[in-house]
């Protein structure tokens, strides 16, 4: 029996080491770039040095008009709560087709604080004044949320590393890997312009 527990107890261990680093979120610009790293200026002030992965996924981000919110389409929104319960959009992310489903559902988000994220297909747009809003229908549930005239509307192509440049705006998706921080993914705009998400 106790060969039996520690056989157990050793399995168990090295599947909790075999789980991958958390991935972290940092928003910022890029103060410099090179073929195996960049360093990011982030949104607080401080700088933060990342290796480059090998496979580094780079996407663009895009400018689109509010009519390209559809019925059907998969967007991505992050909210701020009104006091009523109601859901403001900060942004909308229309997702292109061949990424329909990704991180699909409604939870926190770290965009501003208390923020959301709804990823979600879009059922019904109702325009209104001042805006429109739109019924997102996810897997567990559904939400009214209205996107004010005004506010970033945007998708994403995939991009490369010529939008890497000092004083691109970007957002990285970046995990500990072999005991330092490692760029996943780059989302950046071209000349200036800014990731909202």
């Known amino acids: 029996m106790k060969v039996l527990r520690l056989a157990v107890l ?5 599947a909790v080491f075999a789980q991958p680093a958390p991935t972290m979120r940092l928003r910022g610009t890029i103060e410099k770039i090179d073929a195996s790293s960049v360093v990011i200026k982030e949104r ?3 700088t933060m040095s990342l290796a480059l992965a090998d496979n580094l996924a780079v996407n663009e981000v895009l400018p689109l008009d ?6 059907g389409k998969f967007v991505g929104t992050a909210a701020m709560p009104g006091a009523d319960g109601s859901l403001a959009a900060l942004e909308v992310l229309v997702f292109p087709e061949a990424a329909r489903g990704t991180g699909e559902g409604h939870s926190q988000w770290d965009l501003q604080p208390g923020s959301t994220m709804t990823n979600a297909t879009v059922t019904a747009v109702t325009p209104s004044a001042k805006g ?11 939400k009214t949320i209205f996107v004010p005239d005004g506010i970033p509307v945007v998708t994403l192509q995939p ?3 010529s939008l890497l440049v000092p004083g691109a705006r970007v957002i990285v998706t970046a995990q500990n890997r072999d005991g330092k921080p490692t760029a996943l993914r780059i989302t950046a705009g ?3 312009f800014a990731p909202p998400m």
């Open 44 to 46: 607080n002030g401080e």
């Open 159 to 161: 991009g490369d590393r």
């Open 132 to 142: 429109r809003s739109m019924t997102l229908r996810y897997k567990d549930g559904a």
């Open 190 to 192: 071209r000349n200036g």
């Open 66 to 71: 509010p009519e390209a919110i559809q019925s």
């Open 10 to 14: 050793a399995l168990f261990s090295s």
